[in-house]
T-cell receptor, first 114, second 114 residues
């Protein structure tokens, strides 16, 4: 089952605009991660936010985490055509065992029009 | 700086054939995992390993076997290929899941079962 669910499934914006993607999850987490996937390529890690953090920045990326609502958002500011890709959230879940799993959502397809 | 290397990049099989998807990492990561990615479903965990000699099942393990004889290699075996296993397969590694480290992905193997 999917732990993280992204919203919207697809987003199309003009170059220079901001893009916001949301992720909801169901259980307690150690951290939440955002990944980017260009067409035909593997996933590339963008940013990791720990469960005790509320906001994190990396360049044009801003991630927020609300553990009370079990949700996160990824904001890409001043978007560029090169930002066109699929974006996935993934949750590192707390379990009772020694091993953990990273569970991915179904992704948001972002298209930035030049 | 090879990172995670997957071979082959593309493969076509007939129903009932077996094959091994190779995955190797040169970062001395303890945790390795295999995912499959199907349209609209994000990534689903097949098997994972927390270290050499230790493997465990993920969300969708049926029809797949893994082994971890060395830290570097984590091959995925399809025992008797079925059309339902047509997918893109990704291997990933991280120093240890649960310690706030991102995963590093290979570029994937695109597998078609006829």
């Amino acid at each position: 089952s999917q732990q993280g669910e992204e919203d919207p499934q697809a987003l199309s914006i003009q170059e220079g605009e901001n893009a916001t993607m949301n992720c909801s999850y169901k259980t307690s987490i150690n951290n939440l991660q955002w990944y980017r996937q260009n067409s035909g390529r593997g996933l590339v890690h963008l940013i990791l936010i720990r469960s005790n953090e509320r906001e994190k920045h990396s360049g044009r990326l801003r991630v927020t985490l609300d553990t009370s609502k079990k949700s996160s958002s990824l904001l890409i500011t001043a978007s560029r055509a090169a930002d066109t890709a699929s974006y996935f959230c993934a949750t590192d879940e707390r379990t009772s065992g020694s091993a953990r799993q990273l569970t991915f959502g179904s992704g948001t397809q972002l298209t930035v029009l030049p | 700086n090879a990172g995670v290397t997957q071979t082959p990049k593309f493969q076509v099989l007939k129903t009932g054939q077996s094959m091994t998807l190779q995955c190797a990492q040169d970062m001395n990561h303890e945790y390795m995992s295999w995912y499959r990615q199907d349209p609209g479903m994000g990534l689903r965990l097949i098997h994972y390993s927390v270290g050499a000699g230790i493997t465990d099942q993920g969300e969708v393990p049926n029809g797949y076997n893994v082994s971890r004889s060395t830290t570097e290699d984590f091959p995925l075996r399809l025992l008797s290929a079925a059309p339902s296993q047509t997918s893109v397969y990704f291997c990933a590694s991280t120093p240890m899941l649960g310690v706030n480290q991102p995963q590093h992905f290979g570029d994937g193997t695109r597998l078609s079962i006829l």
